[in-house]
């Protein structure tokens, strides 16, 4: 497919934003991608894992090959109280812990195919040596305004993270133990991404509420953000410049305590977002994208309000997402993060907890 660019100067959040309700009116119709074949049904496994303290839960998860993943998060939090940080390995055979060191929670790892990782949390950046993760240095570590939210890989070392610094960059490139902070966005925007993708023709991406925006290297190309008043972005996937998909989730406004939120998928097209239906799957949150090989859309993972002891995953399938569930479990199962598997098409690690809230008893929950 011929690669298609942005329609130029959209600068800042909500410039010519058109949304449509993801909970009520029609849903809009979700453009067919010509010659997609039938990916069929996933059968997902649940995979043991190391009993963490409680409450623990997995942020993220990464896959260097079939052989070589990694997962990081939280243990002992209680609600707002934070925990300590958690790391697992996958070694081909089984999960086990590994030692992230003290501070703040992980909420971000990325791997390449060559055994390298990266992990980041708050201020924290740590780099897998082969045996144990490491702390590493980049400029502002420590700093007040100083944040990381996301982490990616590109070839030859590359290492592209999400963040926001106290001059309003929000993306920092890495590449052979140099980092450097790349220019802020020309809209000065004050949104802080909530993470980074890259794509296979070598973009970068950066994602979140009222951001999202795309690094070609030499400069940025700003679009409409997404601005609801109570949302979460946790996933982009830029199949093309005028073919995108967001997943988070929106509480809207008002309504009573424990109010669930509702799912968040949009579809854009360079210049306006639209809402794509997911029925049956209408409460509850929208957690990790991805796409096959050539960057065409593959997996979405969930928690369902309605069906909350199974996870919820959308399979795209003939140029629309259906659903498709995990295994049952006797707890309720929240994803967090899903990740394909280099090297093996149509692989996948999703990571998690046990509950749908931070709360003992939570333990991790991953599932192939």
Partial sequence: MRRRRFISGLAGAGAGLGLASTSGGPAAAVPVTAGRPRTGPH?????????????ALLLDVAAAGPGLAWAVGEEGRNGATRGTPVALRWDGTAWTRTSAGSGAPLHSV?????????????????SWDGQAWQEADFPGRGASGTSLTGVTTGPRGHVWLSGRNSDGCVLLHGHRGRWTWVDRPPSGTTATPSGVTRTPCGDVWVY??????????????????????????TGLLPVADDDLWLIGYDYGVGGPPGKPPGVLLLHGDGSTWESAPTRPFGV???TGIVGDAQGQPDRISGWDFWDQNRAHYLRWENGTWVSERGPAAETPVLIHSLAGVPGSPGAYWAAGMTTSSPYPPAQVRIER
């Fill in 110 to 126: 990325a791997a390449a195919p060559d055994g390298t990782a990266w992990a980041v949390g708050g201020n924290r950046l740590l």
């Fill in 208 to 233: 979140g509420v009222g951001i999202v925006a795309r690094w070609n290297g030499d400069a940025w190309t700003e679009l409409p953000g997404y601005q609801g008043l109570r949302a979460s972005v």
């Fill in 284 to 286: 509850g949150m929208l």
């Fill in 43 to 55: 059968d997902w496994q649940a995979v043991p894992a190391p009993e963490c303290t409680p409450a």
